[in-house]
């Protein structure tokens, strides 16, 4: 008896219940591109009126000033190859391009990873929730009832939120794969063939088409002749 491999036991042409994986991946990638359109525009918008965006180190009770032009010029650049990426999933999704989604799904695998290392260096250094309430600005909401629980009840909490956020964000490159397993399987049933003659080139349909397609006319009976 041949056993199925995890990948195929996880393999699955629908997403979020009733959608299939390719649409999700096309949907999925327009929020990415929005979503990252709308922080490019935050910053670039940020480097026209510095004055309006600018915090200084009294603002944020730190030493160090953040939203200096180099970090905003480098985050306008991160959001802009983020836009690209968005993009190319888009359209390798929409135009089944396989090899077009991958950076798109490397970029969620790094995302994944980085979110984890964040919940390990919590739970590794719980003290880190306290260090950073307390670079917070005196007006921010909730800062001084969140600052008065204990570290093992932030620490919880927050492992809980990233739980969350992880759970989310594997579900998502699931369809992401999922997505890219089921392009790469269209694009492959759809090689067609050529048989090349000295005087004529015959196209050849896909195998699975020309079987499916029925006879235009059933076959004569057979008859049996007799000597």
């Not at 629908?14 to 990415?32: A, K, S």
């Not at 480098?74 to 950076?103: D, E, F, N, Q, V």
Request: net charge negative; charged share 10%.
């Amino acid at each position: 008896m041949m056993t199925a491999s995890p990948w195929d036991r996880w393999y699955s042409t629908r997403c979020c219940l009733c959608c299939h994986v390719r649409t999700g991946t096309i949907i999925l990638g327009v929020w990415y591109m929005l979503i990252n359109a709308v922080v490019l525009l935050i910053l670039l918008t940020a480097l026209n009126d510095p004055e309006q965006y600018h915090l200084t180190s009294a603002e944020l009770a730190n030493d160090l000033d953040v939203m200096d032009d180099a970090n905003m010029c480098i985050a306008s650049a991160i959001s802009l190859l983020m836009i690209l990426i968005c993009g190319m999933a888009t359209y390798g999704a929409y135009k089944l391009r396989p090899a077009w989604i991958i950076p798109f799904f490397c970029y969620q695998i790094f995302d994944f990873a980085l979110n984890t290392l964040v919940a390990v260096s919590i739970v590794v250094y719980p003290n880190t929730i306290q260090d950073y309430l307390q670079q917070l600005p005196e007006n921010f909401p909730y800062k001084e009832e969140v600052a008065a629980l204990s570290n093992v009840c932030l620490v919880v909490i927050v492992l809980l939120f990233i739980g969350c956020i992880l759970g989310f964000k594997a579900y998502l490159i699931a369809c992401v794969w999922n997505c890219y397993r089921y392009v790469s399987g269209r694009g492959s049933s759809e090689i067609l063939l050529y048989i090349t003659t000295n005087d004529t080139t015959v196209l050849l349909p896909p195998y699975d088409d020309s079987v499916s397609v029925p006879p235009k006319q059933a076959p004569p009976p057979y008859t049996t002749v007799t000597a």
